[in-house]
């Protein structure tokens, strides 16, 4: 039997006995990439590398976020009742190099939205995480006003005059910051669609909530949120 890798003659010609023949051999390359590997000094480019990939993946989830639900109109704001502002443009929003500041009762009627809170005699600050909601409420007894950031975020509010659905829904770019108001009466929810940053939000209601009366506000308005 032939040893495996020996050189045999056959009629003159050299032929090379391989009893494996169809079985691959590592490139020269390859074997010395696999070799480099193994050396102390790959670990900072492996790492490197795997950084590239993550942030090469978060770019994508992030451009799946914006198209084709980001798209949007300046009526469809006005069906939600929101103004939305963006960091680059002039607004009402006083901004400098420390950043943005704002009131947030007087911004919303000076911004042309009405139905809010004439006064926060109820205040809450909060976070939402990513895929997760707030709201999905209805309350009897008190107008709100709602002003987040941080995250792209799908806002919906209840309005009668939208067609069969019963209510306008838009979405808010993370560099953008919304103000919307939800009169009494009116069904609102806030969804983070973002799959890493968190929405935070300021609410201000005319009216002190009583967390022990559950006929002034239904919930779970929405069954598909």
């Not at 492996?46 to 198209?67: E, K, M, Y």
């Not at 069906?79 to 911004?107: C, E, M, T, Y």
């Not at 995250?151 to 009668?160: G, S, V």
């Not at 939000?201 to 009216?207: A, G, K, L, M, V």
Request: proline share 5%; net charge neutral.
């Amino acid at each position: 039997m032939a040893t495996p890798g020996r050189i045999v003659y056959i009629n003159g010609s050299p032929y090379y006995d391989n009893p494996y023949p169809y079985q691959m051999r590592p490139s020269s390359s390859l074997a010395a990439f696999i070799q480099f590997l193994h050396k102390p000094h790959s670990v900072p480019l492996v790492c490197i590398f795997f950084l590239f990939i993550t942030w090469l993946v978060i770019r994508l989830h992030h451009a799946a976020d914006r198209a084709p639900d980001f798209e949007w109109s300046s009526e469809d704001d006005l069906k939600a009742n929101l103004v939305r502002f963006s960091s680059g443009i002039a607004s009402q929003i006083a901004k400098d190099s420390r950043g943005w500041l704002l009131h947030p009762v007087s911004l919303a009627p000076s911004s042309g939205i009405s139905g809010g809170a004439v006064s926060c005699a109820s205040v809450s600050v909060g976070e939402i995480r990513p895929g997760r909601l707030r709201g999905n409420h209805r309350h009897h007894d008190r107008n709100e006003t709602l002003l987040f950031w941080g995250a792209t975020t799908k806002f919906r509010l209840e309005n009668k005059k939208v067609g069969e659905k019963g209510y306008a829904q838009v979405i808010v770019g993370g560099d953008e910051i919304a103000i919307a108001a939800s009169p009494s009466g009116s069904a609102h929810a806030l969804v983070n669609i973002d799959h890493i940053r968190s929405t935070f939000f300021i609410r201000c209601q005319d009216n002190v909530t009583d967390q022990h009366n559950s006929s002034s506000t239904d919930v779970n308005v929405w069954k598909d949120l």
